[in-house]
């Protein structure tokens, strides 16, 4: 390749902003991470890349988009292509047994192979929060009422899928990890004939709805057994407690969202906004996926893609450095000055 | 009502979707080599696009609902939550060659057969899953030369009727794949749709 072809070719999976969309992304990342704060959750940083090993069984389906590399020793490595994974790889070596409930958030870039035409997949930068050892419904409660406050935060339009891995584990169980695969794709693809079980399962997982329409769906199925319906009216009491709280528009049941990772043992969401062709955010409950690092402790967390929902953010008038105006003066002296005083009056000015 | 927006292939499937969407109370035309329009009922902006770019518009969002063929939808690699399966446009996705053309490699083993055809993934990932090595030469049409002009002994094709074949002088040695037509949706179009989808696959499947 010539060095000018070089010079106007990206690589697929990088991203670059400037100037006013640069100051964009940041505001939104600042905004996103005071809210992490006044909720108390403490900033992680994860390293760009680690040994591939370690992750390659909780790949899934990313298995393929990864980027891996060899370091001077010889052994593999993978770069940074999802942030919970890596998070739950230095916490699981840094936690030890019994460790207070711990509440962690992160904003960074990933590195994922993308395909020439999907340059809309804009999955180069996430922003999350995980809350590790939080068991039960009130740690999934949570992570759903902050999911909430950050999409408020940014004023998105934005409405909540509440699934569970849980409900597809009780009604699939012992399924070899190959049927399991094509079991979970016939849900999330919505080929119903593929979907082995009985053709309540169909009626189950096909349904999205409020809780009500969801109780009176568990109703009339008569062939669930008591653990997948247990599950299955967890996931509906969620959403109620969330309704109650006032939320009843941005959260709905959906049990067709089984989760596409698969650490996923419990609740799972998608975020979907009017506009993107993609869930925006994703998270969900991952009890096992610490132990798999050496520290056995239950976890619920989300990411959000940043760029996905920049150009629907809500940011309202943004103080850019690119409307500063020159300071008054004709030495340089004068002008810091002049320009000292318009800073503190909270204009931006340049020498 | 905002309108659901469906993305339509141009091509030989179009006539029978209009006629089978017409006959359920949804009418439409494109008039004035437009490539938009409304259907008469206000439910739908349909819009009108190469068959094999569908899928691209569908990924993205653009249009929130398709209708093509199962093997449009293979050759792009996406995969889209299925709605509705059509009893038309049901064609085949065959391994022909030239008549009386003599085998000399072995569908299973070693030796590896050298294709033409459009659908590259499609054929790599059958004969791969066949176990059977493959060479592939993609070429966009006329496939039914390559054996007689001898680029390749087999070409991969749909057939409808067989009769171009026929007329090159092929004869279809194994059908690969029945192929069939279908709506689907962008996932989270769907998610953000799914009464109003819901509404019009109901429509579509009534007799």
């Known amino acids: 390749m010539n060095p000018a072809s070089q010079l106007y070719k990206l690589p697929q999976g990088t991203e670059r902003l ?151 584990d009780a009604a699939f169980p012992g399924l070899e990890e190959r049927a399991r695969a094509k079991a979970l794709e016939a849900v999330l693809l919505r080929r119903w004939d593929e979907l082995p079980g009985h053709g309540d399962f169909r009626r189950l997982f096909g349904f999205i709805g409020n809780p009500d329409e969801a109780d009176r769906l568990l109703a009339s199925l008569a062939q669930l057994d008591p653990g997948v319906r247990s599950q299955a009216q967890m996931t509906v009491q969620l959403v109620r407690r969330l309704a109650a709280l006032g939320f009843q528009d941005r959260f709905c049941v959906d049990f067709s969202e089984v989760g596409r990772q698969n650490y996923y043992t419990g609740l799972v969401f998608q975020v979907y906004l009017e506009g993107v062709g993609d869930a925006v955010a994703a998270g969900g409950r991952y009890d096992r996926l610490l132990a798999r690092f050496g520290l056995d402790s239950p976890s619920v967390g989300f990411s959000l893609h940043l760029g996905k929902v920049e150009t629907f953010a809500q940011l309202g008038e943004l103080n850019s450095p690119a409307t500063a105006l020159p300071a008054d003066g004709k030495t340089l002296e004068q002008r810091w000055k002049a320009a000292q005083k318009s800073r503190m009056a909270g204009r931006n000015v340049t020498l | 009502m905002i309108p659901l927006t469906l993305a339509l292939p141009k091509g030989r499937l179009f006539e029978q979707v209009q006629e089978h969407f017409a006959a359920r109370g949804l009418v439409f035309d494109f008039n004035d080599r437009k490539l938009t329009a409304n259907d008469s009922s206000g439910r739908l902006k349909i819009i009108l696009v190469k068959n094999a770019d569908l899928p691209t518009y569908v990924h993205h969002g653009i249009a929130g609902l398709g209708l093509c063929g199962d093997d449009v939808v293979y050759e792009s690699g996406y995969e889209f939550p299925h709605l509705l399966s059509f009893d038309f446009g049901h064609t085949s996705m065959a391994l022909a060659a030239r008549k009386n053309h003599v085998r000399t490699e072995h569908l299973s083993g070693s030796g590896h057969l050298t294709i033409a055809t459009k659908f590259t993934r499609f054929t790599r990932d059958y004969f791969h899953g066949q176990g059977v090595p493959v060479k592939i030469i993609r070429l966009d ?67």
């Open chain 1, 18 to 168: 400037m100037l006013e969309e640069a100051f964009r992304r940041q505001e939104l990342v600042r905004r996103v991470q005071d809210l992490f704060t006044r909720w108390g959750y403490q900033p992680v940083q994860t390293p760009v890349f680690d040994f591939y090993d370690l992750y390659s069984p909780s790949l899934g389906r990313n298995a393929d988009s990864v980027y891996r590399l060899l370091d001077r020793e010889g052994d593999l490595l993978i770069l940074r292509s999802d942030i919970t994974l890596f998070l739950a790889r230095s916490m699981g070596v840094a936690l030890r047994e019994g460790h207070a409930p711990l509440r962690v958030c992160y904003a960074d870039t990933i590195l994922r192979h993308q395909e020439l035409d999907d340059i809309a997949a804009n999955e180069f930068f996430q922003v999350g929060a995980e809350f590790l050892g939080a068991s039960g419904p009130d740690g999934d409660l949570e992570m759903l009422l902050l999911l909430e406050a950050v999409v408020a935060a940014l004023g998105l339009k934005a409405r909540v899928h509440l699934g569970s891995r849980a409900v597809f």
């Open chain 2, 141 to 207: 049409g006329s496939v039914e030369l390559a054996p007689v002009l001898g680029l390749a002994p087999y070409i991969v094709d749909l057939v409808e009727t067989g009769s171009t074949l026929k007329a090159n002088g092929l004869e279809v040695l194994e059908t690969l794949k029945k192929i069939g037509v279908n709506l689907f949706a962008n996932a989270a179009y769907y998610k953000l749709h799914y009464q109003e989808i819901g509404s019009l696959v109901d429509t579509l499947r009534t007799s």
